[in-house]
């Protein structure tokens, strides 16, 4: 099992960038397919993002194409999602994930961890 601490999070105006890391730990980084998935108030969690283990390969929501980016370092265990031109509706908690295979639901990640948040003010 991996561990996942998300960072980066916080409150900026519509238009301005933030980027967002996952920490791993516990277990071989580099074999998980990692994802960030975000969760509004009275909203379900989405997926946002995916990356394969080599980071060879992303996907992403058709909302944030063009203005997210996933990345990944494996040496460092770490996922990062840099996000630009950020729009209010893009307010939510965002959680970082691992799985074995790339999927956009939460149930094909058994990994989280805690959630950081983004507010983006217009």
């Known amino acids: 099992q991996v561990q996942l601490v998300e960072s980066g999070g916080g409150l900026v105006q519509a238009g301005g960038s933030l980027r967002l890391s996952c920490a791993a730990s516990g277990s071989t980084f580099s074999s998980y397919v990692m994802g960030w998935f975000r969760q509004a108030p009275g909203k379900e969690r989405e997926f946002v993002a995916a990356?394969?283990?080599?980071?060879?390969?992303?996907y992403y929501a058709d909302s944030v194409k063009g203005r997210f980016t996933i990345s990944r370092d494996n040496a460092k265990n770490t996922v990062y999602l840099q996000m630009n031109s950020l729009k209010p509706e893009d307010t939510a908690d965002y959680y970082c994930?691992?799985?074995?295979?790339?999927?956009?639901?939460?149930?094909?990640?058994?990994?989280w961890g805690q959630g950081t948040e983004v507010t983006v003010s217009s």
């Open positions: 994930a691992a799985g074995s295979l790339v999927g956009v639901y939460p149930a094909d990640f058994g990994s």
């Open positions: 990356i394969n283990w080599s980071g060879g390969s992303t």
